[in-house]
């Protein structure tokens, strides 16, 4: 059964640093691309980052780039988000996304969360 | 960016009937591979995403039959024939074929 278990989110003030984890498990991890996804309150859903299976290829948001930093430890089966100067429209529940394709993105599954609050 | 525009935004549904969600992309979702990567995911409350429907309309494991995709290029439909309690949620479309990937805003199902 595969399971992604995020873990991290915290109250941060704005300006501030936090890094998320995800821990994998239940399928090959570095066989696919992972990605995060985030949800602010009660708002729908936006692709965050994505990265390749073997970690060589990153992509960001344009609302996050600059400031975010996906990666991946293949041998702790792990994801992880790096997020530097935090801002308030930061706010939100933040999912691991597992990738089943290796074309264009198709995600299959996904974690529970974990809450980012920016404030001060 | 591609946008993607679901209708309606709210659908009240009467149990046992049926119910239908639009999804439409202002580009084409025609991959390079011929494949249309159009994805539908169930929201229910409290609860993360889940997929229900992939490549338009193949269902995913264990997802009802009464759950059925459709469509092509920039338009796409996903129908719940006989809608039951537990499938009052949110359901969302999100394509894969342009980059960036893109969400639809969402439709809340609910039981009149």
């Known amino acids: 059964e595969v399971q992604l278990v995020e873990s991290g989110g915290v109250v941060v003030q704005p300006g501030g640093s936090l890094r998320l984890s995800c821990a994998a498990s239940g399928f090959i991890f570095d066989d696919f691309a992972m990605h995060w996804v985030r949800q602010s309150p009660g708002k729908g859903l936006e692709w965050v980052s994505l990265?390749?299976?073997?970690?060589?290829?990153?992509d960001y948001a344009d609302s996050v780039k600059g400031r975010f930093t996906i990666s991946r430890d293949n041998r702790k089966n792990s994801l992880y988000l790096q997020m530097d100067r935090l801002r308030a429209e930061d706010t939100a529940l933040y999912y691991c996304?597992?990738?089943?394709?290796?074309?264009?993105?198709?995600?299959?599954?996904w974690g529970q969360g974990t809450l980012v609050i920016v404030s001060s | 960016d591609v946008v993607m525009t679901q209708s309606p935004l709210s659908l009240p549904v009467t149990l046992g009937q049926s119910a239908s969600i639009s999804c439409r992309s202002s580009q084409s979702l025609v991959y390079d591979d011929g494949n249309t990567y159009l994805t539908w995911f169930q929201q229910r409350p409290g609860q993360s995403p889940r997929r229900l429907l992939y490549?338009?309309?193949s269902r995913e494991s264990g997802v009802p039959g009464r759950f059925s995709g459709s469509g092509s290029g920039t338009d796409f439909t996903l129908r719940i024939s006989r809608v039951e309690a537990e499938d009052v949620g949110i359901y969302y479309c999100?394509?894969?074929?342009?980059?960036?990937?893109?969400f639809g805003q969402g439709t809340k199902v609910e039981i009149k």
């Open positions: 990265i390749s299976w073997h970690g060589g290829d990153t």
């Open positions: 999100m394509q894969g074929t342009q980059w960036p990937p893109t």
């Open positions: 996304a597992k990738d089943i394709s290796s074309a264009a993105v198709a995600i299959d599954y």
């Open positions: 490549k338009v309309s």
